[in-house]
């Protein structure tokens, strides 16, 4: 999604929840994304568009355009053309922090052992270009070419201060207000990281559809290329070179943990002029994703009854290559020589800021004199190899459905069959008994046979009034960094995300029920239940007691037992014959996860959570104006917290907090040449919020500010 221009004309069909002929990989729905044609107008068409966007928190004003062309020859032949372009700049201010018991025998004093103030630059480039082709020779016969080819690059620098919280001798002071002595000044930290992330991505597909009377067959191939590359990722660490140990008061009165350090001299820790060089981190990244498919589909198109068969093959291949080390022997370096005016930051005082370019300046004439250290070299080997793996995972499904019109009764039953055979390939670093060291590779693979049948009831109840039911079965595989066998390991956070090669995709049932009123023309009720019942939910445990990581935190990705899920649903969406558009609408769950014995965390084990990434209350609603030349609405959106990780204890689960967005759009019609439009997004200023085991522990904080948008639209 990132890659892919917004401003490419494209269709989103989709289906709640998915019928036969659609992939069965998916819980709530299934959405495809198909490229428009040039039939899809009439005549030929030119549209333009241009904006700029305004960050209230950067303050930078970033533009975007894009150009559609479309047209059609002979009532045979069509052509469409989309060209996107966007040059974005802008900031984000995060603050994150790190808990843990005060006292190891307590477990109800949750302190902040480290606060992270980060600081993020950001700009994001995007090219896009479509070229879309269409034959219909006839009234039987159509054939197609589609072709995108996008490029993105994001680079990215960030600033960051470390503030050791929890390295003293900490006394709790009184409610929420902690005094912490003792603290080596060599603990406090400043990093700037800089890197520029490339991705294009080219896909291609063709194919047709030939009907001979109430027959019809379709067909595609489909090819999709991604190469990611981060050739210059480099952060810089510098330690603070205090004389004396440095104390500080910690108040955790509030989410936001704030401290107050007092130093010598004071407020040293926030001039770069007092940090010497730590270390260099080097880790370039490439990514190589390709994928193949084939699809070929028959349809009878009976009088009552029609019949629709069809097979799929889909081939995915992954190659990832991250070579990280870590560089500490060269000259001495200080860090006030990189140093820029202070940035604005919104949680506090960042002190120095650090010049991103002055750095890569620098390496430019003296990265190669910075070397590893001997004792680093095997750690360094190590790292930069349990991260890499290559994975495929190869997909071939068949269905067959029936579509059934009985009376005011439609009837779509049917199973799909999806065969699914994955293989992943990592390196392993062991130490022999005699001291050598010894590379190997860790193998993986799996193959599974997945049947989907599948049930869909519509009956018109007459008076534009409908009922809908469906009995469907899914599953969701595993994604490739999930299921491989990888390491990846931060060495001064002390890290480790694992993959589990153990996995098994998960299987949905779902039972959904609805009834909906269509309200003339133009607007539409309805009220909707559905049951889930899930074997092997994949989750993610975050544990600080993991056997082969001591003194890590250790995340991984691992199967729960059966979860359910009851939801219910209401909608109301309706455009007046006066102009005034309104909508509302909410779902509401109820869900249960449990982990099964044996999980990483076994302390939790039969324990239950809700369902781990989702939301159990979801709200939005608009008003708005929709007549002759003028649209406009306001529109909001929110979601209740849900639950992101589970830790070895309540205390360490990691939540996302509640969010609401709020957003404006106005579009105005000058003439049927031109017109112009408004937006602006995040209007309350919400940030991304986590939390650890409590609202009272913000675990990250990250606002990004309003968005503003004035653009025109051209049409010839």
Do not use: C
Request: charged content about 25%.
């Amino acid at each position: 999604v990132v890659v892919t221009p917004s401003a490419s004309p494209a269709r989103l069909p989709g289906a709640k929840p998915p019928p036969p002929d659609m992939p069965g990989d998916s819980i709530g729905g299934a959405i495809k994304v198909e490229s428009a044609s040039g039939f899809d107008r009439a005549g030929r068409t030119v549209r333009a568009k241009a904006e700029m966007s305004h960050q209230s928190l950067s303050g930078e004003t970033s533009p975007k355009a894009s150009f559609n062309y479309s047209d059609v020859f002979d009532d045979t032949f069509a052509v469409a053309f989309g060209l996107s372009y966007q040059d974005r700049t802008y900031e984000s201010d995060n603050i994150e922090a790190e808990y843990d018991y005060l006292d190891q025998d307590v477990s109800d004093d949750l302190v902040a052992i480290e606060v992270q103030q980060r600081k993020y630059y950001v700009n994001r480039k995007r090219t896009g270009v479509n070229l879309n082709l269409d034959w219909r020779p006839d009234d039987s016969s159509s054939y197609f070419l589609r072709t995108l080819y996008t490029d993105f690059t994001d680079a990215e620098t960030r600033q960051n201060s470390i503030i050791p919280t929890g390295e003293g001798d900490i006394t709790r002071t009184g409610p929420g207000m902690y005094e912490v002595e003792g603290i080596d000044p060599g603990d406090f930290s400043r990093r700037v990281r800089f890197r520029t992330k490339k991705e294009d991505t080219f896909t291609v597909s063709a194919g047709g559809e030939n009907r001979f009377g109430h027959a019809a067959v379709d067909y595609r191939v489909g090819y999709t290329r991604t190469r990611e590359n981060v050739a210059d990722e480099v952060e810089a660490r510098f330690e603070y070179a205090g004389d004396d140990d440095v104390s500080l008061v910690l108040d955790q009165t509030r989410p936001i943990p704030r401290y107050t350090i007092n130093d010598t001299p004071l407020g040293g820790w926030l001039d770069n002029d007092n940090y010497e060089f730590n270390r260099f981190v080097v880790a370039p990244t490439w990514v190589d994703d390709e994928e193949r498919s084939l699809a070929v589909n028959f349809r009878y198109d009976g009088e009552t009854i029609g019949w629709k068969t069809g097979l799929l093959g889909r081939w995915r291949d992954r190659d990832v290559d991250i070579d990280e080390h870590e560089l500490r022997r060269g000259p001495d370096l200080n860090l006030g020589s990189w140093s820029r005016s202070s940035p604005k930051y919104t949680h506090g005082n960042m002190g120095d800021g650090i010049s991103s370019s002055d750095m890569r300046d620098y390496l430019a004439g003296h990265l190669g004199q910075y070397s590893e250290r001997p004792q680093d070299v095997l750690e360094n080997t190590e790292i930069s190899l349990i991260e890499d793996y290559v994975a495929s995972e190869d997909i071939l499904a068949g269905y067959l459905m029936a579509t059934a019109n009985l009376g005011n009764l439609r009837l779509i039953a049917g199973a799909r069959v999806e065969r699914t055979e994955f293989e992943a390939t990592g390196n392993t670093v062991d130490i022999d008994e005699d001291g050598n060291v010894v590379f190997g590779q860790r193998l993986a693979s799996s193959s599974y046979t997945s049947v989907l049948p599948g049930l869909h009831l519509r009956y018109d109840l007459g008076d534009a009034w409908v009922l809908r039911g469906a009995y469907t079965q899914t599953i969701g595989r595993p994604s490739f960094g999930d299921i491989s066998p990888r390491t990846r390991i931060n060495r001064e956070d002390r890290e480790v995300e694992l993959g589990n090669p153990q996995l098994d995709p998960y299987e949905s049932s779902n039972l959904d029920l609805s009834v909906e009123r269509y309200l003339g023309d133009s607007g539409i009720v309805s009220l909707g239940v559905f049951h889930k019942d899930i074997k092997g939910y994949i989750a993610e445990t975050w544990s600080t007691s993991h056997p082969g990581y001591p003194g890590f935190d250790v995340v991984q990705p691992v199967n729960g037992d059966d979860a359910k899920v009851f939801g219910v649903e209401l909608n109301w969406q309706q455009h007046f014959s006066n102009g005034l558009l309104v909508g509302a609408s909410a779902t509401w769950l109820d869900s249960e996860f449990r982990l099964p014995a044996g999980s990483t965390i076994e302390d939790r084990a039969g324990e239950t959570f809700s369902l781990p990434r989702s939301s159990e209350r979801l709200y939005s609603a608009h008003i708005g104006y929709e007549k002759g030349a003028l649209s406009t609405r306001i529109a909001a959106v929110h979601r209740s917290e849900y639950l992101d990780e589970i830790g070895d204890d309540p205390n360490f689960d990691i939540w996302v907090a509640d969010n609401t967005q709020l957003d404006f759009t106005l579009d105005y019609t000058v003439d049927e040449r031109w017109g112009f439009f408004l937006e602006a997004s995040n209007l309350l200023d919400e940030p991304l919020e986590l939390y650890q085991g409590s609202p009272a522990n913000t675990l990250q904080n990250e606002l990004y500010g309003r968005t503003y948008v004035a653009g025109v639209k051209l049409r010839f």
